[in-house]
């Protein structure tokens, strides 16, 4: 059972900080009242499952962070035209300004759980409970606060960075924290809970979808490729081999209700069915990839509402007899979905995202569907292993966990001897393929050579106006008139 199933959790959780069910509607995270905190194991416990609630909702993997491979370049918003989705079009053509909506979601949905990770962490060492419940949950706390910040200084960069909660008595106008520090304190909180979570294979079923041990090796390994700290990141994958994690036979488990939490996933945002919560709201937690993403007009799935269309530049890159094409994406002449032929006419681009879909026959209304998002996979590490090692020059070393990728989607090996600017690009290619419409791939490409990399290729799909400014996002001028200590972004 999935821990976020019972909505008794996320009630008491607003409870811990005595405010309404939509509060997130009608007050800023900054003015919540943190006075009222737990007191025993029951209590942190149902804290900490709250502190995952944010990750669920549309201002982050709900929507918006899966959205972000349309700027990036992988598909076009689609959904019903106009105006339907204008503030990811305008993002997608680097049109983007400080009031975009988009943007907004973006900067607002990491706080609230950076909150509740501090009071997590703040009351917790000082509870008179069993160690392992205490280490467990501020571990976990450690993880989402770093992946919180993680989000939101790849986005937008200095970030002011609050890692005690707030209340009456704190500065409720902090200034941005330099990026530099940002990430050191992200390295700090994934080093702690790499110490203090156990690995995946101790929780029992009623916690299974937690923070792990191994969830937060992972996410500290795709920090250093971040920054560009191979060693570390080779370091990190090569602990987590030792792990139990392994490639899911069939990649189309990664995307499928029954095979959710695999040995294949290191994290991954749960949601479910008839959790009670109105499907439009921050509270729910029913997943909208499915009903998004459905082919528009098509009856394939519940809601279909023909978001995020493949562009004919990203179904180029597969390969013949890349097994991923037809787990990833609906085409013409594609195998049926559920017993139904797919139509080129139910998209701008001939094409409509498939590997998120849910059947009716699983999901029969548009507000029900169960599917997690994946966050961070096995086959992501080791992406980023194959990487890491040939950006040290070891590029024989760094074929063996490109192919295991590879082999696993019916490829061949890759042509071995390649140069490592070859093989570079041969690495990103297949993180682009392999992760297609995760949220993966605009973080490579403003990483990939201090983000150059990202311009050359949007410039070469015709994105001609993209510039070194747009790495980076607007901060949003609601939350600068709120607080006159924000500065812009340059160029915004």
């Not at 392992?132 to 949950?137: A, F, G, L, P």
């Not at 030792?242 to 990649?251: A, D, F, K, Q, W």
């Not at 992760?435 to 290729?457: K, M, T």
């Not at 070469?460 to 106006?465: A, D, E, F, L, P």
């Amino acid at each position: 059972m999935k821990y976020l199933k019972i909505s008794l959790i996320i009630a008491l959780s607003f409870a811990f900080v005595q405010c309404s069910d939509d509060f997130l509607d009608k007050t800023q995270p900054d003015t919540i009242n943190t006075g009222n905190y737990p007191t025993n194991a029951n209590e942190l416990v149902t804290l900490v499952n709250g502190a995952y609630q944010p990750l669920q909702w549309p201002k982050l993997y709900n929507l918006r962070m899966w959205t972000t491979d349309i700027f990036a370049g992988n598909s076009i918003v689609g959904a019903g035209g106009g105006e339907d989705g204008i503030e990811t079009t305008n993002l997608s053509n680097f049109v983007t300004n400080s009031s975009n909506e988009g943007v907004l979601d973006l900067w607002r949905g990491p706080w609230p759980g950076i909150l509740r990770t501090n009071i997590v962490l703040s009351v917790a060492p000082g509870l008179d409970i069993e160690e392992d419940i205490k280490n467990r949950s501020m571990g976990e706390a450690y993880f989402l606060r770093a992946h919180y910040y993680f989000i939101l200084v790849r986005f937008f960069g200095d970030v002011p960075l609050i890692t005690e909660p707030q209340n009456s008595n704190s500065d409720l106008y902090p200034s941005r924290t330099a990026a530099n520090m940002v990430y050191a304190q992200i390295i700090s909180d994934l080093e702690n809970a790499v110490a203090l979570l156990p690995v995946k294979q101790e929780y029992p079923d009623a916690d299974k979808g937690r923070a792990s041990k191994g969830s937060a090796i992972g996410m500290l390994a795709k920090v250093h490729l971040t920054l560009g700290n191979w060693q570390e990141v080779v370091d990190l994958t090569t602990d987590l081999e030792g792990m139990g994690y392994s490639l899911n036979e069939n990649y189309a488990d990664n995307f499928r209700t029954d095979t959710e939490n695999s040995n294949e996933s290191l994290f991954e945002v749960q949601y479910v069915a008839n959790a009670g919560y109105d499907f439009w709201s921050n509270e729910n937690q029913s997943s909208w990839t499915s009903p998004f993403m459905g082919p528009r007009s098509s009856g394939l799935v519940a809601g279909a509402y023909g978001w995020n269309q493949p562009t004919q530049e990203f179904v180029n890159n597969y390969e013949e007899g890349d097994l991923r094409k037809d787990v990833t994406i609906l085409y013409e002449g594609g195998p049926e979905f559920d017993g139904q032929q797919y139509s080129p006419s139910w998209s701008f681009t001939g094409y409509n995202v498939r590997k998120f879909l849910v059947p009716v026959s699983v999901s029969p209304s548009f507000d029900n569907s169960p599917l997690n998002f994946p966050v961070l996979r096995y086959s992501d590490v080791l992406l980023m292993k194959a990487e890491a090692l040939n950006e040290l020059g070891q590029t024989t070393l760094a074929e063996t966990p490109l192919n295991e990728v590879r082999n696993r989607a019916g490829l061949d090996d890759v042509t071995s001897g390649l140069s490592q600017a070859d093989f570079r690009n041969a690495v990103i290619k297949e993180r682009r393929v392999e992760l297609a419409f995760e949220g993966q791939r605009w973080f490579d490409l403003i990483r990939v050579n201090n983000g150059q990399y990202g311009l050359d290729f949007l410039h070469s799909i015709g994105k001609t106006n993209a510039d070194q400014h747009h790495l980076l996002l607007p901060i949003p001028q609601i939350e600068r008139d709120r607080n006159p200590n924000l500065t812009q972004n340059p160029g915004y």
